[in-house]
């Protein structure tokens, strides 16, 4: 079980699950809700997108285990502690897990089959098309980053209050996977990534340019619907002064140590979903 759940990177799965629920927090508003129908479409919406984040890990490891030899040897494919047939099982599973959780949903927001439809499209796209071209591979995982706060927002029937939120989550991700790529370089054999094609210096660059995206965005929500002397908006603004910091950091060392880099980017996000969860209680 352990080694199952190393596949499914259970750590980045929770994540997806998390974010998901605070999106549709923070769309309702008003703090934790007591409305128990609207939780339930809640955490079922959460568990649609933890079933489309499993199941894209599996297949990425299932169809990464060249590279991973390399770059991550001790994953569970590459060791051989998880056959391939039942990791491609797990795949189709974890999709239909993912479709079907989202159906009471769908219901009573018509926007989550269009989001659950683009983000499925994305990862395939991603997995089977994008992945080896770098910059666009990139932009893909990125985008369904986004899409996971997107999707709660969807759940709550208001998606649009979620925008600003996801393409902040938009940055700071693009900003991580550039990093990664810059890390993976050496391993990363057939594969145009932009610290391949284009040099650490480009790489780093727009890991910088992704970063500022993200913080440029980070004072909307306090401009738009977040008071910015109420409770929320006095929690909103500590958290994501703090997670601006972080990720100001994850970048100012590039190209040097780049697994510092990209674990300061990591934590960064962690802070900036606390600051989301803020805006919930406006």
Same mark, same amino acid.
């Given at each position: 079980?352990?080694?199952?759940?190393?596949?499914?990177?259970?750590?980045?799965?929770?994540?997806?699950?998390?974010?998901?629920?605070?999106?549709?927090?923070?769309?309702?508003?008003?703090?934790?809700?007591?409305?128990?129908?609207?939780?339930?479409?809640?955490?079922?919406?959460?568990?649609?997108?933890?079933?489309?984040?499993? =199941?894209?890990?599996?297949? @990425?490891?299932?169809?990464?285990?060249?590279?991973?030899?390399?770059?991550?040897?001790?994953?569970?494919?590459?060791?051989?502690?998880?056959?391939?047939?039942?990791?491609?099982?797990?795949?189709?599973?974890?999709?239909?897990?993912?479709?079907?959780?989202?159906?009471?949903?769908?219901?009573?927001?018509?926007?989550?089959?269009?989001?659950?439809?683009?983000?499925?499209?994305?990862?395939?796209?991603?997995?089977?098309?994008?992945?080896?071209?770098?910059?666009?591979? @990139?932009?893909?995982?990125?985008?369904?980053?986004?899409?996971?706060?997107?999707?709660?927002?969807?759940?709550?029937?208001?998606?649009?209050?979620?925008?600003?939120?996801?393409?902040?989550?938009?940055?700071?991700?693009?900003?991580?996977?550039?990093?990664?790529?810059?890390?993976?370089?050496? =391993?990363?054999?057939?594969?145009?990534?932009?610290?391949?094609?284009?040099?650490?210096?480009?790489?780093?660059?727009?890991?910088?340019?992704?970063?500022?995206?993200?913080?440029?965005?980070?004072?909307?929500?306090?401009?738009?619907?977040?008071?910015?002397?109420?409770?929320?908006?006095?929690?909103?603004?500590?958290?994501?002064?703090?997670?601006?910091?972080?990720?100001?950091?994850?970048?100012?060392?590039?190209?040097?140590?780049?697994?510092?880099?990209?674990?300061?980017?990591?934590?960064?996000?962690?802070?900036?979903?606390?600051?989301?969860?803020?805006?919930?209680?406006?």
């Amino acid at each position: 079980m352990r080694e199952h759940l190393r596949l499914v990177r259970i750590g980045n799965t929770l994540v997806s699950f998390v974010g998901t629920v605070v999106g549709g927090l923070v769309a309702r508003g008003g703090g934790l809700p007591t409305d128990l129908p609207f939780l339930g479409l809640l955490v079922l919406a959460a568990l649609s997108t933890a079933g489309v984040t499993m =199941g894209g890990n599996v297949l @990425n490891d299932v169809l990464d285990r060249g590279s991973d030899a390399k770059n991550h040897p001790d994953r569970p494919l590459v060791r051989g502690t998880v056959s391939v047939t039942t990791a491609r099982r797990m795949v189709v599973g974890l999709f239909v897990l993912a479709v079907l959780a989202a159906v009471p949903v769908a219901l009573h927001a018509p926007w989550i089959p269009v989001v659950l439809a683009v983000a499925i499209g994305s990862l395939l796209l991603y997995e089977f098309r994008f992945k080896a071209r770098g910059l666009p591979g @990139n932009l893909l995982v990125a985008l369904l980053t986004a899409l996971v706060f997107l999707y709660g927002g969807a759940a709550a029937d208001a998606p649009l209050v979620l925008v600003p939120f996801s393409l902040m989550a938009f940055g700071a991700t693009l900003s991580r996977e550039i990093i990664k790529d810059m890390e993976d370089a050496a =391993g990363d054999v057939g594969r145009t990534t932009l610290p391949r094609t284009h040099g650490f210096a480009t790489a780093t660059a727009a890991a910088r340019a992704s970063v500022a995206l993200a913080i440029a965005l980070s004072p909307v929500p306090l401009l738009v619907f977040v008071p910015a002397t109420s409770a929320a908006g006095i929690m909103y603004l500590a958290s994501v002064l703090a997670a601006d910091a972080l990720f100001v950091a994850s970048v100012s060392r590039l190209p040097r140590d780049l697994h510092r880099e990209q674990t300061l980017s990591k934590g960064a996000m962690a802070v900036a979903l606390i600051a989301f969860l803020a805006a919930a209680f406006r």
